[in-house]
């Protein structure tokens, strides 16, 4: 239970959890600690009076309520720049986190300018707490720090840890080095030392009727003791009885009949204790294995440090045999050759036994975390628990996805890859160097495009290639290189080991040239042969994506420097061709979305678990053509405002569609609708969605206009013209709305008569 210690420490002032209490981020602190890390905030500071000036356009929700900055907000503020806060130096915790000492309050005094003038009072300030560990900024209520929970289960994990550390029990009461206690009243609940018993605990007055007890007969009745049943704590006299789903915390009845989760779901409170406990317990099965596979990794290890120092041996005995065979020419290369394996060793070495100490540290970490767990599920507080179970569950995933990203891979082969070379001259001896028994001699040859399996889909290219079947050398990775699909310049868009590579994000009915090449060690082969690649035109009804590629070979210039990791734009500006409808597919794209969105339905259908709006992006991006698709709305409660139109990739996916000068979108209600892009709001409409409505998107690019519909009627006039530049398909939504995409449509009646189509 030793490395479960730093779970029990607080990260202020470094000891033992003293009546610790939860934070709505779900860290704990000692109360005594979070009193010392108070900070005095202005009123016109805090987010009540920052919504009702006006400036946020949305509610606090749930526990955000009480943020004052962003989450990336990396540290304490001492707020100095206000004139009735005085600057005062910052102290640090034993686990080195800035502290800000508490400041007095001032008098409240007039006051004067040097004129002599009366001046307005200073502003009224708020009680604000930082979390030390995510530094997350907290306004308190009127309750001030009571009106957080108290960590209990923490302080049952803390008192039985404690309990089997120690030896012997000592007194509370002593102010230095405590000396053992040799009774316990059971009614203050405190062991005395003899002296301090005298002092403190009189035998008179009214503490003669407490009973006092042997120290070891204390601490079983300490530990039989029933827990104290979980008040609520805004109402004191009330228990917790349910727990609410999505503030995820205990509640009282009172809380219940007074209608403060009255949306809400509510949960009995035992039944959710049992669900977490199993989910805790799941999740630690998973992360068991991990470290039952970490510590089977470290024995690999140490092995490895075993096998490496043999085999250095065993290369050091016959590189000196070679080298006491040639003549005292030899005898002088000799030991530089020595001194390169032994460099070679070192730094085999060094990996490995670097790669030791850090995977020994995070086993460390992992086995104190399962340890705390584990004593966490041994609690019958069904409150208390629940209260942390989320976190928990948390890190546990977090910890485990930490074990599965390559950590369990040695960094360092056994093996010495090299090998000496005594058949050169005698003449030749100063030119004797090892040579790497695993690097080819010469270049790999250029790869073949297979073009039965070479395609193209929508605006997305699909080429595969392979090694000539008579090719020696080994090719180790290739060089795939398109150019600008107008004839331009050719660039490097993938580089890798694959023989296969799609590329998107192309334009629609634009001729792309396309070849590879293969590199290893050696150097870089030459260009396979190009290959034309035609993307999709339409018209609707929708075409089969065939390949339209025909075969060229072309005097190649001269094999560019190889940049591993090179990355390069697949898009360029797109130029003037032809009026016409480019016709595609595509379903929303998980990669590009916010992590609060929800798929289903094969990426066509999507909702979002958090009440704030969050964005998610089409796969399949747009610069020419005429493009339409709809979204069917599926879910509609409490009237949102869903947002639908186009962005760029980099688009802001955590605010409302259009809030940034990255998207042009409409956001409507159950009445009515307005056009947005840059914060701007214009052309409120009437009309609204319900649920089963369809709401249409039309892209223009021969226009360069951007229109909306809803149920087949366009809505309002057109919403934005000057339209350019690769755009996506966008959606902003929160939890109160699905919508399910529909892609491949035909020109809606109402814009057809206007659109003007050149085939």
């Not at 905030?41 to 962003?70: F, H, I, N, V």
């Not at 009774?183 to 002092?199: I, W």
Request: with cysteine; net charge neutral; hydrophobic share 35%.
């Amino acid at each position: 239970m030793e490395e479960m210690e730093e779970e029990l420490k607080c990260p202020v002032c470094g000891s033992f959890y003293r009546e610790p209490i939860i934070l709505p981020c779900s860290h704990s602190l000692c109360l005594a600690c979070a009193r010392n890390i108070l900070v005095q905030t202005p009123d016109s500071e805090s987010p009540q009076s920052r919504r009702a000036s006006g400036l946020s356009d949305y509610d606090y929700l749930d526990l955000d309520k009480m943020s004052l900055y962003s989450e990336a907000d990396s540290g304490y503020g001492s707020y100095g720049g206000f004139a009735s806060a005085p600057t005062t130096p910052c102290q640090k915790s034993p686990n080195g986190v800035r502290v800000f000492p508490p400041t007095m309050p001032a008098p409240h005094q007039p006051h004067h300018h040097s004129s002599g003038a009366l001046l307005p009072p200073l502003p009224a300030r708020n009680q604000c707490l930082t979390c030390p560990q995510c530094h997350r900024s907290l306004l308190l209520d009127d309750r001030g720090l009571r009106g957080f929970a108290k960590n209990r289960v923490l302080e049952g994990v803390i008192e039985r840890y404690q309990q089997s550390k120690a030896a012997a029990l000592r007194c509370q009461l002593c102010e230095k080095s405590p000396k053992e206690a040799t009774v316990m009243c059971e009614q203050c609940d405190v062991f005395y030392c003899e002296p301090c018993r005298l002092r403190c605990h009189p035998p008179r007055g009214p503490l003669a009727k407490h009973r006092l007890l042997p120290p070891a007969q204390g601490r079983v009745s300490r530990r039989l003791s029933p827990r104290k049943i979980s008040t609520c704590t805004d109402h004191e006299l009330e228990n917790h009885s349910m727990y609410c789903v999505q503030c995820k915390m205990p509640v009282c009845y009172q809380c219940l009949e007074e209608g403060k989760h009255s949306s809400h779901e509510v949960k009995a409170l035992g039944a959710m204790w049992k669900l977490h406990k199993s989910q805790l317990s799941q999740a630690l099965n998973g992360l068991s294995d991990r470290a039952k596979e970490a510590k089977e990794f470290l024995v690999q290890l140490r092995n490895m440090v075993q096998q490496i120092q043999e085999n250095s041996v065993e290369f050091e005995a016959c590189l000196v045999a070679q080298c006491d065979a040639l003549i005292d020419a030899l005898n002088r290369r000799k030991v530089q050759l020595l001194a390169r394996v032994n460099k070679e060793h070192e730094h085999k070495l060094k990996v490995v036994r670097d790669q030791i100490s850090h995977c020994t540290v995070k086993l460390r970490q992992t086995t104190g975390l399962m340890e705390y767990c584990l004593e966490v599920i041994k609690e019958n507080d069904p409150s208390g628990f629940l209260q942390i179970s989320d976190a928990l569950i948390r890190r546990v995933h977090l910890t485990e996805d930490q074990w599965g990203k390559g950590t369990l891979t040695p960094r360092m082969t056994t093996d010495f890859d090299l090998n000496l070379d005594s058949a050169p001259l005698l003449q030749s001896i100063h030119q004797l160097d090892f040579v790497q028994m695993k690097v080819p001699s010469l270049v790999p040859a250029p790869p073949i495009l297979q073009m039965e399996e070479c395609c193209t889909h929508n605006n997305s290219a699909t080429l595969s290639w392979k090694q000539p079947p008579m090719s020696m050398v080994q090719a180790e990775g290739y060089i795939l290189e398109l150019d600008d699909g107008n004839g331009g310049q050719f660039r490097e868009v993938f580089v890798g080991k694959e023989t296969m590579c799609t590329v998107d994000g192309l334009h629609f009915n634009s001729t792309y040239n396309a070849r590879v090449k293969a590199f290893n060690k050696a150097g870089v082969s030459q260009y396979s042969k190009t290959l034309v690649l035609q993307t999709s035109e339409g018209p609707y009804p929708r075409m089969s994506a065939s390949l339209a590629a025909r075969l060229q070979i072309n005097t190649m210039p001269s094999p560019l420097e190889f940049l591993q990791n090179s990355e390069q734009e697949t898009c360029v500006s797109p130029v003037d061709i032809k009026k016409l409808v480019a016709v595609a597919w595509f379903a929303f794209d998980p990669g590009s979305a916010h992590s609060d969105i929800i798929f289903s339905n094969d990426n066509l259908t999507v909702t979002c678990n958090s009440y704030d709006d969050r964005v998610v992006l089409g796969k399949t991006g747009f610069s020419k053509g005429v493009h339409y698709w709809e979204l069917t709305i599926d879910r509609y409660d409490n009237h949102p405002d869903p947002a639908f139109g186009v962005a760029r990739v980099e688009v802001l996916k955590d605010v409302m569609l259009g809030k940034d000068d990255k998207a042009w979108a409409m956001y409507v209600d159950n009445n009515r609708s307005w056009f947005m892009h840059n914060n701007s709001h214009t052309n409120r409409t009437e009309g609204g969605i319900t649920k089963g409505a369809t709401v249409g998107v039309l892209l223009d690019f021969t226009r360069r206009t951007l229109t909306f519909s809803i149920n087949e009627e366009q809505q309002g006039p057109v919403a934005f013209e000057n339209m350019e530049g690769l755009l996506f398909p966008a959606v902003s939504l929160n939890r109160n709305v699905q919508v399910t995409l529909h892609t491949g449509l035909p020109i809606p009646g109402f814009y057809s008569s206007r659109a003007s189509i050149a085939s």
